[in-house]
């Protein structure tokens, strides 16, 4: 139990272009999403968390504008990363947890590539 | 302010036993986490820890110490696949967890 999925698993898209990651629950209904980038070599940095149904928390430092998330439901939210650059090429992890806990269990990636 | 520290890599012998520790100052303290994380993929649940002593799962065990601020990952009969990074995380509040930089570990024959 406890799977989250990701999609895609990896995209290379050209600088100025906008790219959609799908974080979903498979077994279980989420009510925080969280997410999360990660550089090689560094530990992972929390960009936001999602609520289903209300406006994201983003992390100091973290665009809003340029990182969109949708929390459509309690088992799906979408990451798109508008007008990506050279520099926004990073692993993209998404987590979920249930209520009252504070488990996450994470999704396996996406990898960016932005040429 | 959130602060994390652990060992940036450590070196094993394949069989042996390490201790991977971990100190934290947070503002807030909802227990802690280590996870295992291979490279390229995502992190994987090891252990939780909320109350103070040792919990035992295996060859995996997780100590927390809470008026100390510090945990450690004791991995026994190491294999060589279990070189990978150990990510401790410290959940803090909303559900949140922060996480520290990792320690790489490196088993070898």
């Known amino acids: 139990g406890a799977v989250v999925s990701q999609h895609p698993s990896w995209v290379i898209c050209k600088s100025g272009t906008s790219v959609k990651i799908e974080c979903r629950s498979l077994?279980?209904?989420?009510?925080?999403m969280f997410w999360y980038r990660q550089f090689p070599k560094q530990s992972l940095m929390l960009m936001a968390t999602s609520n289903e149904g209300s406006k994201a928390t983003y992390e100091q430092g973290v665009e809003k504008d340029k990182f969109l998330i949708n929390h459509a439901s309690l088992t799906l939210s979408t990451l798109t990363v508008t007008s990506a650059h050279p520099e926004d090429s990073s692993f993209y992890i998404c987590?979920?947890?249930?209520?009252?806990?504070?488990?996450?269990?994470f999704g396996p990636g996406t990898r960016l590539t932005v040429t | 302010g959130q602060n994390i520290d652990q060992p940036t890599e450590m070196t094993a012998t394949e069989g042996a036993i390490v201790q991977i520790n971990c100190t934290y100052q947070?503002?807030?303290?909802?227990?802690l986490f280590w996870y295992q994380q291979h490279a390229g993929e995502a992190p994987t649940f090891l252990s939780y820890n909320v109350l103070d002593g040792l919990e035992e799962k295996g060859r995996f065990s997780s100590f927390l110490s809470r008026s100390k601020g510090y945990s450690y990952l004791l991995l026994k009969e190491l294999q060589m696949k279990d070189s990978a990074s150990y990510l401790c995380?410290?959940?803090?509040?909303?559900?949140?967890?922060?996480f520290g930089d990792g320690t790489t570990l490196t088993v070898k024959p």
């Open positions: 987590s979920a947890t249930v209520r009252s806990s504070y488990e996450q269990y």
């Open positions: 947070t503002s807030g303290f909802n227990g």
């Open positions: 077994d279980f209904q989420a009510t925080t």
């Open positions: 995380a410290v959940g803090t509040n909303a559900g949140k967890s922060t």
